[in-house]
């Protein structure tokens, strides 16, 4: 098999390996110096979205259908399943995440027709005809979390009868389903759940799926389904690389593969620029752990955001180095969102300590205007906020950002917004 060579090779190509080449195409990378290899048939797009606005500049090799099976980073090169090999001077790891399934648990029946994933476009599209298919059919989403609760959402606008099915006491909307802390606390859900029965939905809160098509629910409920939905989480795509990097200092410790961990002591430079602890090799996105300068500890973060500034901030420290210059470090103000029927959500910051609610959190409230804070040692640490407008969104992430202090719970609770548009 032949052999390519590349300066820039990004394996992966979803919204990392997207933001990544639109970072390279601004910063001037020349025709043949990048290219993108991924499994997937098309180019990087919004996976959010799950829209085909393809985040693909010119001008750059991209290499679809082709799966990675091995790196070799002492040679710089990785090689596909067909046999490929690509050689590198600088890898990015793009490789994002997968989504757990049902299997993963033992869960029988888990591979029945008719049960659904989401990560990739291809699974988007395969429920799309699924839903045109059983038109006003029954549909069952396992998960209360935040895909969970998009497709409950989406599924019912389609007129089909749902029932949420979850684990937890409440709804979590956390990317993994098992994880504590919940970004939902029960004051928040309340308000989701009201929402969603007011909309016809069923949700059965504290059970597992145990299997498919006979039963369902350790509580020995049955549940008829035409169509199965699950988001019970992803887990990071590092197997590849996982050895390689993680053996040096890091440990197999929750699959760390940028360099150890930060301290507020020992700060590392290179950390906060996505490199790894190979020299040459870079992570973006949700493989990549990386310093919360703001918690002065080491994170990864399975949201968009994160995805595209990361690859922005790793490109731009690649070409920084190459010309010998600096930039400023990565100091990232955790932000996730989501959108449901008339509904839109955002929170910044970190969801620990103690928590209040504020603003109109009645299910039936006419404009579902509600939040919530969290307090740890005397300070504003996280925000989230229903339905607020641009520039209320703005100030609770500048609440999160500054973490101004407070003295009273009631009265953060009673000022509500007030509380965040005087920062
Ligand atoms: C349905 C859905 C909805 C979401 N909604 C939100 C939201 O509302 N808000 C939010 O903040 N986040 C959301 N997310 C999460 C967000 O999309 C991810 O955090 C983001 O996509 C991570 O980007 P990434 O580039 O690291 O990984 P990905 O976008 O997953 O891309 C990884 C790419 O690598 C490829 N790949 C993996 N292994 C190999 C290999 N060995 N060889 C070649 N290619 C490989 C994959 O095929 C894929 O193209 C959502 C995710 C999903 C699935």
């Known amino acids: 098999m032949a052999e390519k060579s590349f300066k820039y ?47 693909f500049p010119e001008g750059i090799s991209l290499i679809l259908s082709t799966e990675i099976v091995k790196a070799d980073l002492a040679s710089k090169t990785v090689i596909s399943a067909a046999g490929e090999t690509f050689k590198y001077q600088i890898l990015i790891i793009a490789t994002g995440s997968t989504v757990i399934r049902l299997s993963d648990f033992g869960v029988q029946g888990a591979d029945a027709k008719n049960i659904f994933y989401l990560r990739e476009i291809d699974e988007a599209d395969e429920l799309v005809k699924a839903i045109k298919a059983k038109k006003n059919g029954k549909a069952v989403i396992v998960g209360g979390g935040y895909i969970g609760l998009e497709l409950s959402a989406a599924l019912r606008i389609n007129n089909f009868d749902v029932s949420m099915v979850f684990p937890e006491p409440w709804c979590t909307a956390n990317m993994y389903v098992f994880i504590v802390p919940r970004l939902f606390t029960a004051g928040i859900a309340a308000f989701y759940e009201g929402y969603y029965a007011n909309k016809g939905i069923k949700i059965i809160k504290g059970t597992v799926a145990v299997g498919f098509g006979t039963e369902m629910g350790k509580d020995g409920t049955v549940l008829e389904a035409d169509i199965v939905v699950v988001g019970v989480g992803g887990k990071p795509l590092t197997t590849l690389f996982k050895d390689r990097l993680t053996r040096k200092r890091v440990g197999l410790r929750q699959m760390v593969i940028t360099k150890p961990a930060y301290t507020k002591k020992s700060p590392n430079r290179f950390d906060a620029f996505f490199k790894t602890s190979v020299p040459d090799v870079y992570a973006v996105g949700d493989v990549a752990t990386f310093p919360m300068k703001l918690y002065g500890e080491t994170r990864r973060v399975e949201h968009v955001d994160h995805a595209r500034k990361s690859a922005e901030q790793a490109v731009k420290a690649i070409f920084a180095s190459e010309q010998g210059k600096s930039i400023s470090e990565y100091d990232y103000l955790p932000y996730f969102y989501s959108r449901s029927f008339d509904l839109s959500w955002q929170f910044y910051g970190d969801n620990v300590g103690e928590s209040v609610l504020f603003g109109d959190s009645r299910p039936e409230s006419p404009t579902h205007k509600f939040g919530s804070y969290w307090i740890k040692d005397g300070k504003v640490v996280g925000a989230f906020l229903e339905s607020g407008t641009p520039e209320e969104n703005k100030a609770i992430a500048k609440v999160a950002r500054v973490q101004p202090p407070v003295s009273s719970l ?14």
Request: charged fraction near 20%; avoid cysteine; hydrophobic fraction near 50%.
């Open 410 to 423: 009631d009265q953060l609770a009673a000022e509500g917004l007030t509380f965040a548009s005087k920062i």
């Open 9 to 55: 090779v990004i394996v992966g190509g979803g919204v990392a390996a997207g933001y990544a080449a639109r970072e390279f195409a601004k910063q001037g990378v020349k025709p043949g110096e990048l290219a993108i290899i991924s499994k997937e048939a098309v180019a990087p797009y919004e996976r959010p979205a799950l829209s085909k606005a393809y985040l």
